[in-house]
Nanobody, 122 residues
Framework: QVQLVESGGGLVQPGGSLRLSCAAS????????MGWYRQAPGKQRELVAA???????NYADSVKGRFTISRDNAKNTVYLQMNSLKPEDTAVYYC????????????????WGQGTQVTVSA
């Protein structure tokens, strides 16, 4: 079994910064792509940023230049540095990971974290 635990959310004023973390644990052989998604009230979940195991990244247009995704493969952890936050960034942020399990090395499974609330408000 694999668990993803997010941390770092909270309330911040417009223009402020937050850093989200997501640590994966359990029966992990390796982790391929990892990503951050968000879901605002009444809206569909959307991709914010993703990163491959080799470090290639992609971002939603709405966050380019403000958010940075990174990962520490030794710690099975992905980060999202969020700068110049706007009220429209308010959402529950979820991380996910494409995990190759120890006992099933030819397979890959997608796991999700429980979500962390980010609120941008004055």
């Amino acid at each position: 079994q694999v668990q993803l635990v997010e941390s770092g959310g909270g309330l911040v004023q417009p223009g402020g910064s937050l850093r989200l973390s997501c640590a994966a644990s359990g029966s992990i052989f390796k982790i391929n792509a990892m990503g951050w998604y968000r879901q605002a009230p009444g809206k569909q979940r959307e991709l914010v940023a993703a990163i491959t195991s080799s470090g290639s990244t992609n971002y939603a247009d709405s966050v380019k230049g403000r958010f940075t995704i990174s990962r520490d493969n030794a710690k099975n952890t992905v980060y999202l540095q969020m700068n110049s936050l706007k009220p429209e960034d308010t959402a529950v942020y979820y991380c996910n990971a494409n995990v190759v399990p120890i006992r099933v090395p030819l397979s890959e499974y997608l796991y999700w974290g429980q979500g962390t609330q980010v609120t941008v408000s004055a």
